[in-house]
């Protein structure tokens, strides 16, 4: 029992704020994300045992953390309630003078979030969390081929998406 | 012109002040380890399960009383009446259908036929 509570732990120090930020892209709210936050290391005990080592620790996290995220934002509640601005996730630091690239950040950041979900999952699993193709299948339950020809339309929407903005 | 390659570095900066606090790690921790909090997520986790054994057992429930009630019901027995079947009796000579009463439909007909003749000849005189 103390040594599952110390793996845990440790789950929580080296994983933790990936999940907690990753929860907080895609319900963008705070509250929100730590319950997802929660959720997901209540649901890496009970399933640790089964957890064969197959892929990384932190693939078998994200893949969970994205699911709870997923079952979130199906939830009925989630979904009749809705009490945030899509505004609230970004915001500008008044201490960088260089607007225009303090411009071209937020606009690449909401482009990124108002991407349709399956294209969101693969960019910010490849772009932010720097897992590699063949991890991102795994997490996703999908073929290679089926994750590169996602990013690909992905950036292609994305600049897009970014022309249209500039 | 800002490339994807720099996304992880916008997020960590728009997101720097969303961090695991002490306060989240010590609550997650003791919903993990607190027994109360374990059945409730034990329910949360498996209540599809939980639905289906439900379902299953309200089946067989409802299967099993059937049964109890047709087995002490009186058994039903279906009385088949025999067919109705119009007997006819036809005359070999004239090869026509004879009624109930032994007449010859023709005869009734030849009959008729006679009086209509008479009263014919009556208006003819």
């Known amino acids: 029992m103390e040594s599952i509570e110390k793996e845990i732990e440790r789950l929580i120090q080296d994983y933790g704020n990936d999940v907690l930020r990753i929860a907080y892209m895609y319900l963008k709210d705070r509250h929100l994300a730590e319950d997802a936050f929660q959720e997901v290391f209540i649901r890496v005990y009970h399933k640790w045992n089964t957890f064969r080592k ?74 932010y969390q720097g897992f590699s193709v063949q991890e991102i299948a795994q997490i996703l339950d999908t073929t290679v081929g089926n994750v590169t020809s996602l990013l690909s339309r992905a950036r292609k929407l994305l600049k897009e998406s970014l022309e249209v903005i500039e | ?42 329910l949360k986790q498996h209540w599809m399960r939980l639905t289906t054994v439900f379902s299953i057992l309200v089946l067989a429930l409802t299967l099993g009383l059937n049964a109890l009630n047709n087995s002490t019901e009186p058994e039903q027995v279906l009385i088949k009446s025999e067919p109705y079947i119009m007997q006819l009796r036809i005359d070999k000579v004239t090869n026509t259908p004879i009624h109930d009463d032994g007449a010859n439909v023709n005869d009734n007909f030849e009959q008729n036929e006679e009086i209509k003749d008479n009263t014919e000849e009556n208006l003819n005189k």
């Not at chain 1, 969970?64 to 009925?76: G, H, Q």
């Not at chain 1, 690239?101 to 999952?121: A, F, Q, T």
């Not at chain 2, 720099?6 to 960590?12: E, N, Y």
């Open chain 2, 1 to 42: 012109m800002i490339d994807l390659t720099d996304l992880k570095s916008i997020i960590d900066e728009e997101l720097a002040d969303i961090n695991v606090t002490p306060t989240l790690k010590f609550t997650t921790l003791e919903k993990i380890f607190t027994p109360k909090y374990n059945i409730w997520s034990n």
């Open chain 1, 54 to 127: 197959e892929s990384s620790e932190k693939t078998w996290i994200m893949k969970i953390a994205i699911n709870v995220c997923k079952d979130m934002l199906k939830s009925y509640w989630h979904r009749n309630v809705s009490f945030y601005e899509f505004e609230d996730i970004y915001k500008i630091s008044n201490s960088t003078n260089d607007v225009e690239i303090e411009m071209e950040k937020k606009s690449l950041l909401e482009s990124v979030l108002r991407l349709p979900d399956k294209y969101k999952d693969v960019i910010l699993l490849y772009y």
